[in-house]
């Protein structure tokens, strides 16, 4: 499926470190920075619920290797994922623009 811009899968901007914790190169599209940060929150909530891949995509009505190529970079979470994801672990995880201005913060 094309993306928006032809940007690249936000993993692959990773510039040095390891996703998603990265540094990600000076030319990484802001769909990068959101990818990033958002793979970090769902990864965060993840372990504060203490909950599983499969039992997140269970509970979420989302399949599990969904919410193994979001947590990697690999695709972006469309509306409906990202709603589910939100209310199966009561939490926002999309960043906003917090992911764009914090850039190259971490």
């Known amino acids: 499926m094309p993306r928006s811009n032809n940007d690249q899968l936000p993993a692959t901007y990773v510039a040095s470190g390891n996703w998603p914790h990265a540094r990600l190169t000076e030319d990484a599209p802001v769909s990068a920075h959101y990818g990033q940060a958002f793979a970090r929150n769902l990864a965060q909530a993840m372990a504060s619920a203490d909950i599983g891949l499969r039992a997140l995509g269970d509970k979420a009505g989302v399949s599990h290797a969904t919410i193994s190529r979001l947590l990697r970079g690999m695709v972006l979470p469309d509306m409906g994922t990202l709603a589910r994801l939100e209310v199966a672990l009561s939490t926002g ?6 992911a764009w201005t914090e850039r190259g913060n971490d």
């Open 93 to 98: 995880l999309w960043p906003g623009l917090a």
